[in-house]
């Protein structure tokens, strides 16, 4: 102890012992105390990229003027109202630099060439990372609490994801990933809200089981949800890993629950009256363009076909003959709201297409599925796992209610923050890892987790990953103005006996209309200003293809002629464009010398023949319509606008807007009018 | 006492130590464990590409497609259980980056390419009988702007520039008159100056004298797609395109 305090006494005389001496001390250490801030800042990490930089501009040609703009000191982009404070650019010093395009140094490369300044979104909204960190250990790795790494540049298309809510040209994994939420029924069990509000709604359609009884099976049920790809590959109901006896219980409960449909056996008597024609079947199969639609697997193992329904290639194993037939005669009577247009085939068409389908079966599916008639507990049982698994979420099911909130919402799945997240062992610390092993393998993360496993390829996986990033906090404290709205499906409904028309022939699943439908063939919003009557009433009878190198194709409808006449009248009446003035081109029957000089314009000043074939012996255009017989087809008003301005009319057709004037216009009009083709209408193509 | 202090400093010091050892040896171990040996059960003198070059891809995203290559021996033949590696500039990953040749004498990895846009060149290398051989596989990562000039493209233009056909797209190339080039054509679209680029496609041909079997697009496409546009066209030139504009020289 004592010598302790004589050491210490010592020392506090030679430093303090008098003023001058204390003075000096408490000088001395107040400039070493000054000191410490600068001396940080020369040996700081981001002092070292600075000087780097300046060495690398050192021996450009245009170091005069990069030194001019360089500016020493930490740069900050500051935009409160996004809640960036972005350092980044104090070490990223070439990010603005025109003239630094071939640095391939970081961090003194330039950034590519985006829509957006960066001065005026910052950084971290798209990379995420730190923006106010000032080293790169903190800025681009940082795990603690509330702070994120940096995202890893296969998703950076989540950055654009939480302002732009419709899809855009330039974000196709995004684009893909949002519709993936959608079409693989994620949104029935999660529920997503975008930031204005609006529920993510699903696009699927899962049929309902309520009377799945009449359509297959008990076996094909359980080999089903067994391995569900293993019926079709390209099925998009997940695969809930079931043990046997599950299988079994839940089929039992399906099948018991399942009531009877008239229709689906009254048909029985109708299909006895005719038989099929076995050599017909293919082609029947062909002009339906049932293939654009589904998809059979060919020899090769490749799908062949739409995806808008369900793959055919096993149906044989599945449909019940008489159901199939039923289906075909009218597949409305069994689910009201499907996409599949009732066809109106004969008798004798539906037997040969019944037959033709059931043939599309494989021997060896199903084989080895004996299930014993099932006691009442593993019904009740079925029942109480078709809950528990939310199997109602999707499928309408008798005796079970649809759950609500079955899964946890993901309208902010890229903030969750990392605390919240149970990593598995091995697995690299970030949101982005998580989400995408979660969903690849989700059993990988415990025996007991509900999730089912999806076939999904590792980019579906990304794509996924890239829209559910998006879905930020920060995107909802968003001003309001910088967010673009998402185009919604609208929920037009055509009226009358027509509209129930439009519905039957499921017109909507290919075409849109006023903003609903699908995007397979042309949208028909304003048709009725587009056509002739009699060409409209010739094409449905006998729909021939406008385009020679399009693949799929408008099917034919055995419609009689008063619904052939309804329909026509409907659409002429009804898809009508105010943009379309009937009295812009005042007479259809023009001079010989407009149509001479019209024709002039289209085949020399437009060469329109590049993409159009107006005389079948002399053009071969092949991406646009043949016009042998436009003059048949379309209206003199609808060309006259069309050629004025094509995308005012069909928004994103691939016409090029020629910024034609009105007397060129109307003159290629005239000359266009004036094909009709051979015979009175629809003369072959 | 201050022995006992410095005894006890010691002590920390020497534990402090060992962890940071720990540490550290823990730290070298891991890629150690990372690298799987192979054992080649064959070796051939003669490695192809089969598929999977010559990739437009995404910058910092896997290839559509897998890279292929096959081992082959002296006749030709494939050579099953042969080692290859894939190896490639910074930011390229291989998934798996060695492997044996399968039955049929091929290598299939997963390529994910680097952050940086531009020409990728990548190499497999098979050990071989006497010395290594060596392919090099050309694969190339589009950043955003060239990436929605590709999507551009694909809708607007490669009907009639791409003389391919495909099972989805037939291509109009044939039926031209007048022969458009691939964009691919370095050696005649690298001559073209950027302006005069702009100038085709906004005006369409008879903006330099060339046929109208090119339409404009002007009123069709923004600027900035235009822009795009070009620098696809830049991007997948082959040869590749030079830039034209400031050249800088070292002092």
């Known amino acids: 102890m004592h010598p302790i305090r004589r050491y210490l006494s010592s020392a506090w005389q030679a430093l303090f012992g008098d003023a001058v001496r204390a003075f000096g001390v408490v000088s001395a250490v107040l400039l070493l105390a000054l000191a410490i801030a600068p001396a940080k800042n020369q040996f700081a990490q981001w002092h070292q990229y600075q000087r780097r930089y300046l060495s690398l501009i050192h021996d450009r040609g245009d170091a005069v003027t990069l030194r001019r703009r360089f500016q020493p000191g930490i740069h900050q982009t500051w935009l409160p109202e996004l809640g960036v404070v972005d350092r980044c650019t104090t070490c990223h010093l070439g990010l603005n630099e025109a003239g630094l395009g071939d640095v391939s140094q970081q961090p003194f490369r330039k950034h590519p060439a985006i829509p957006h300044s960066l001065d005026g979104f910052g950084c971290v909204i798209c990379h995420g990372g730190q923006g106010p960190a000032t080293t790169v250990a903190e800025a681009h790795h940082s795990e603690r609490a509330g702070e994120e790494p940096i995202l890893p540049a296969r998703y950076i298309e989540s950055g654009c994801g939480q302002c732009h809510q419709n899809a855009l040209p330039g974000t196709p994994q995004l684009n893909l990933g949002r519709a993936m939420l959608t079409r693989y029924g994620c949104v029935r069990c999660h529920a997503i809200t975008r930031p204005d509000g609006t529920r993510v709604m699903a696009t699927d359609h899962p049929p309902s089981l309520v009377h799945i009884a009449d359509k297959t099976t008990r076996e094909w049920i359980y080999s089903w949800l067994k391995d569900p790809q293993a019926y079709a590959e390209s099925t998009t109901m997940p695969n809930y890993k079931l043990s046997d006896a599950d299988a079994r219980d839940l089929s039992a409960y399906l099948m018991s629950s399942s009531t009877p449909r008239e229709g689906d056996t009254a048909l029985a008597a109708t299909k006895a009256g005719s038989s099929a024609d076995l050599a017909a079947g293919p082609s029947l199969y062909g002009q339906s363009f049932c293939a654009s639609c589904h998809a059979v697997q060919n020899a090769a193992g490749n799908l062949v076909g739409g995806d808008v329904g369900p793959e055919l290639t096993r149906i044989g194993n599945k449909a019940k003959p008489e159901w199939l037939a039923a289906w075909l005669a009218n597949p409305r009577v069994y689910d009201a709201t499907t996409l599949m247009p009732h066809y109106r085939f004969t008798a004798q068409q539906v037997a040969t297409l019944t037959t033709f389908l059931q043939a599309k079966s494989d021997s060896d599916y199903g084989t080895g599925v004996h299930l014993d008639a099932p006691i009442p507990a593993q019904v009740a049982h079925g029942k109480r796992l078709i809950v528990e698994l939310g199997c109602a979420a999707c499928h309408e099911i008798n005796g079970v209610q649809k759950p609500e909130n079955f899964a946890p919402d993901l309208s902010t799945i890229g903030s969750k923050p990392l605390a919240q997240i149970v990593f598995l062992p091995g697995m690299e610390v970030s949101l982005p890892s998580y989400i995408v092993a979660k969903i690849r393998q989700p059993r990988a993360f415990g025996a007991s987790v509900k999730m089912p496993q999806f076939a999904l390829t590792a980019p579906q996986a990304d794509a996924l990953t890239t829209a559910l990033l998006s879905l930020t906090n920060r995107s909802r404290s968003m001003p309001d103005t910088l967010r673009v709205a998402a185009t919604v499906e609208t929920n037009y409904q055509p009226a009358g006996h027509a509209g129930k028309l439009i519905n039957e022939l499921a017109c909507f699943s290919c075409h849109r209309i006023n903003g609903r439908g699908g995007d397979m063939a042309p949208d028909l919003t304003w048709e009725g200003s587009s056509v002739q009557r009699q060409w409209l009433i010739d094409f449905l009878r006998n729909p021939n293809t406008l385009r020679p190198s399009l693949i799929r194709r408008m099917p034919r409808f055995n419609l009689s002629d008063s619904e052939n006449k309804e329909l026509t009248e409907y659409i002429l009446a009804v898809y009508q464009s105010p943009a379309v003035d009937a009295d812009a081109v005042p007479d259809p029957s023009h001079s010989p010398d407009v149509v001479e000089h019209g024709k002039q314009l289209f085949y020399s000043k437009y060469a329109c023949q590049s993409c159009h074939i107006a005389n079948d012996k002399t053009d071969k255009g092949y991406i646009g319509p043949t016009l042998t017989q436009v003059g048949s087809r379309l209206t003199a008003a609808w060309i006259y606008s069309w050629l004025k301005n094509p995308q005012a009319l069909r928004p994103g057709t691939t016409e090029p807007n020629q910024n034609m004037s009105d007397e060129d216009a109307r003159a290629l009009a005239a000359f266009l009018m004036s094909l009709k083709g051979q015979g009175a209408h629809g003369a072959k193509l | ?251």
């Open chain 2, 1 to 251: 006492m201050i022995t006992r202090i410095r005894s006890m400093m010691v002590r920390a010091g020497i534990v402090l130590v060992g962890v940071f050892a720990l540490v550290g040896v823990a730290g070298c171990k891991r890629p150690a464990q990372q690298a799987t040996t192979l054992k080649a059960s064959a070796a051939g003198t003669a490695l192809v590409e089969s598929s999977g070059g010559h990739q437009l891809g995404v910058t910092g995203t896997a290839l559509k497609d897998p890279l292929v290559v096959q081992v082959n021996d002296d006749q030709g033949t494939a050579v099953p259980g042969a080692l290859v590696e894939f190896h490639g500039p910074f930011g390229v990953t291989f998934d798996p980056a060695a492997m044996l040749t399968d039955t049929s004498g091929q290598a299939t990895t997963a390529v994910t390419l680097g952050t940086i846009a531009g020409r990728y060149q990548l190499s497999a290398v098979t050990p071989g009988k006497s010395k290594a051989v060596t392919i090099e596989i050309v694969e190339m990562a589009l950043g955003y702007q060239q990436r929605v000039g590709s999507i551009l493209n694909e809708k607007h233009c490669s009907r009639c520039h791409d003389p391919e056909s495909s099972a989805e797209r037939v291509s109009n190339f044939n039926n031209l008159e007048v022969k458009p080039h691939a964009f691919a054509e370095g050696d005649t679209l690298n001559k073209m100056s950027d302006a005069d680029l702009t100038a085709i496609i906004q005006h369409g041909g008879p903006a330099l004298n060339r046929s109208a079997l090119m339409p404009p697009y002007g009123s069709t496409l923004s600027a900035s797609d235009v822009r795009a546009l070009i620098s696809y066209i830049r991007a997948v030139a082959d040869p590749p395109y030079q830039s034209a504009g400031t050249v800088y020289a070292r002092k």
